[in-house]
């Protein structure tokens, strides 16, 4: 195995001097991985849990001292019809200005709902068949569909507002059925989590010409009944929410209502503080939130491109804060993109769209670039020419922060010229539409990402419910640049982890060097005795590359290698220091469906004293 391999000395790479480790191509020629850092190398830097995301701090918006007296108020209870105008009756329930959508749906998903069907991830459900009251549950994809009201972006995008105003105003009235007044707390079904009573709100506001258009006074009234007792809800339950995103949800769906229902200073002036306070929490201070999760990042951007949307229906500013976040939480989703525009996968999220993504993006109004080096976040980002690699090079998420948490630290995905070379499986966040439920935790194991397993384990327990457990605990990175003269250098990023150290006594570190010119990217993976000192005996490794979509795959004669001929009509070699074995794999396309894709295995069994593998890839002509 390549354990076994002989060190030398490349010195075909100006700038770099360090032992590495040969791999033998099929012409006979040699290309080498750098196995280590020099002495002189600067220290890494180490990334603990605790402090891997820096909790961002921003303050409230600055208020007057009656404005505070206010908000004080009506956060210990007292009505904001009272506090609004203490001197004349409440007003009637109505909308104080239309909003401009800045988010559009899909005309696809549209077009069946006006067909009779909601559409996620390629299923078609009837909705006919839906149990708006949510005892029999549905898929977890669906029911936020469902519940969240998203879909009525998708209806305003499939056709003019008086052809989808009906297909809107009958579903809502067979959701306001099936729940006639809200619980008294979080938990009681779907419907009611904080995360989708605060999107549904919002949603219902931002949307309010396809909800409050129709002729039927009585339905007009109740869904302004709807919108006023959610918002009440909301402001009673939002400190109950499941999760961080979900009190952010919570918190718009709050400061809209304060916004566009009569009456609403109080509840503006408590929402605005609460919803700075929720998002400084959930963002650290390179602008990646908690669960490491780029489908959450969307959402939380989304959700103030919304929120914002309603500011200006009525001609306020939004908080200084809040653009300020806005503007933090975009570069670090840039960092995630591959050449084509669209996503890697990570976290549970798939290869979501380019259009999708550039949409959302221009409806930010943030004009900025990628960052590269998103330490606290956990990605690193390396463009060469035309190639673009991403490596995540730090632990999962927290368990009290993860979603679709996944166990893929040390893992790479590989574009070159918008053509997906090695890639994650991707897709757990999306299980429930043309993915089975079933393979939701197998598609946020450690074996559904491009790293190293150590006996078919996780480096971090995967747990039901989007959850994790122990694993990951630090992680290990150095970045560098080799110096060479016009794109004969390169980029060597290090980092390794201690996930299998309590089973297994070993350190997993990986070394990639992608170079300048793009088209060679050469990785090494160690196992290390921790502590210094191996046990004895042997143990089942593999590393897995899962390849993009519509790669042809030829093993080597050797059975070493593969050739890999891509789309585009470019071919890639695949060389490594053992043998190489092709295995079925699937891989979620950019609306979250299944795609059968390969991956390439190099497995086998490595000694508890450590050992380390080589690899290469390289494009050919």
Request: aromatic content about 4%; hydrophobic content about 45%; proline content about 7%.
């Amino acid at each position: 195995m390549a354990e076994a391999m002989a060190p030398t000395r490349d010195d075909s790479l100006p700038g770099s001097s360090e032992p590495d480790m040969a791999i033998p191509l099929g012409d006979g020629s040699e290309a080498s991985v750098i196995a280590a850092a020099p002495a002189s190398a600067p220290p890494s830097e180490l990334i603990e849990p605790g402090r891997a995301l820096a909790l961002a701090d921003f303050s409230p918006p600055a208020l007057a001292a009656g404005e505070r007296l206010i908000r004080l108020a009506y956060r210990l209870g007292v009505p904001g019809p009272t506090l609004a105008a203490p001197f004349r009756k409440p007003a009637k329930p109505r909308l104080l200005a239309t909003v401009l959508n800045p988010l559009p749906g899909s005309k696809v998903a549209g077009t069946a709902l006006r067909a009779g069907h909601f559409m996620v991830h390629g299923v078609k459900a009837p909705i006919t068949q839906i149990d708006f009251a949510g005892a029999a549950r549905l898929a977890p994809p669906l029911e936020r569909v469902v519940h969240s009201f998203a879909w009525l972006a998708d209806l305003e995008a499939a056709a003019p507002r008086e052809q989808v105003v009906p297909v809107a105003e009958r579903v809502l009235a067979a959701w306001l059925a099936a729940n006639p007044a809200p619980p008294s707390r979080p938990g009681k079904g779907p419907a009611w989590t904080v995360a989708n009573a605060g999107l549904r709100e919002l949603n219902w506001l931002v949307h309010a010409p396809l909800i409050l258009s129709g002729n039927d006074k009585a339905q007009r009234a109740r869904v302004l009944a709807a919108m006023t007792e959610t918002a009440r809800w909301l402001d009673k339950n939002v400190g109950r929410a499941e999760d961080l995103l979900g009190e952010v949800a919570g918190w718009c769906g709050i400061v809209a209502a304060g916004l566009l229902l009569p009456d609403g200073k109080p509840r503006r002036l408590f929402g605005e503080a609460g919803l700075i306070k929720a998002l400084g929490e959930l963002v650290g201070d390179d602008g990646g939130v908690l669960s490491r999760s780029s489908l959450a990042q969307m959402e939380a951007i989304a959700l103030i491109v919304k929120l914002r949307a309603c500011y200006q229906a009525v001609r306020r500013d939004p908080p200084a804060a809040l653009e300020a976040i806005l503007a933090l939480l975009v570069p670090p989703l840039l960092a995630l993109t591959h050449g084509d525009g669209s996503l890697g996968s990570w976290q549970g999220g798939w290869a979501v769209d380019a259009a999708d993504l550039a949409a959302l993006i221009a409806a930010s109004g943030v004009r900025t670039r990628p960052l590269r080096d998103v330490r606290q976040w956990g990605y690193q980002r390396v463009v060469a020419q035309k190639s673009i690699l991403q490596f995540d090079a730090a632990p999962p998420p927290l368990a009290k922060h993860a979603r679709s948490g996944c166990a893929s630290t040390l893992a790479f995905e590989l574009s070159h010229h918008g053509q997906r070379l090695i890639v994650n499986c991707g897709g757990a966040a999306s299980a429930g539409g043309l993915i089975p439920v079933r393979l939701e935790q197998g598609l946020r194991a450690t074996a559904a990402h491009s790293t190293l397993v150590l006996d078919d384990a996780n480096s971090t327990a995967i747990l039901i419910n989007g959850r994790i457990g122990g694993g990951v605990s630090e992680v290990e990175v150095d970045r560098r640049t080799l110096a060479g003269e016009k794109l004969t250098g390169a980029t060597r990023l290090e980092a390794s982890h201690n996930g299998y150290v309590a089973r297994y006594g070993l350190t997993h570190r990986r070394i990639l060097i992608l170079r300048d010119e793009g088209t060679e990217l050469r990785g090494e993976d160690l196992l290390v005795p921790a502590g210094g000192k191996g046990k004895s005996g042997k143990v089942a490794f593999a590393i897995r590359f899962h390849l993009g979509p519509g790669i042809e795959v030829g093993l080597a004669e050797d059975g070493q290698g593969a050739g890999l001929a891509l789309p585009d009509g470019s071919y890639w070699q695949f060389r490594a220091g053992g043998q190489v074995t092709v295995e079925e794999s699937i891989w979620a396309d950019g609306q979250g469906r299944p795609q059968p894709v390969q991956q390439l295995v190099l497995q086998g069994l490595v000694s508890r004293g450590g050992g380390n593998f080589a690899w290469l890839l390289k494009k050919m002509g």
